[in-house]
């Protein structure tokens, strides 16, 4: 997987990783249903996600707060094309 090969090649130490990994985690959660049934799409999601969640991480080593960062700029990316009516992930 290529997120996971992201994730792991940074250069943030062991308590820094697990947050920056919970992070991801708990975004993908709540937007893995948007790319269900497109293997393509949801790879290309989630390599997205993990760069989403990096840049997030220099501002922040709360996870709750990268993981909201993280969706923002993924929502940012994608325009609205995979949100539901109501604007939400």
């Not at 990783?17 to 937007?31: C, E, H, P, V």
């Not at 799409?41 to 991480?57: G, N, P, T």
Request: with cysteine; charged share 25%; glycine share 8%.
């Amino acid at each position: 997987m290529k997120a996971a090969k992201i994730l792991a090649g940074c250069t943030f130490g062991p308590e820094a990783l697990n947050i920056i990994g919970k992070a991801f985690d708990d975004a993908w959660g709540n937007i893995a249903e948007h790319f269900a049934g497109d293997a393509r799409r949801a790879e290309a999601a989630r390599e997205r996600l993990a760069h989403a969640v990096l840049v997030a991480s220099e501002d922040s080593q709360d996870t709750e707060l990268l993981k909201t960062m993280a969706l923002q700029i993924m929502a940012l990316s994608y325009r609205g094309s995979w949100l539901d009516p109501g604007g939400k992930f």
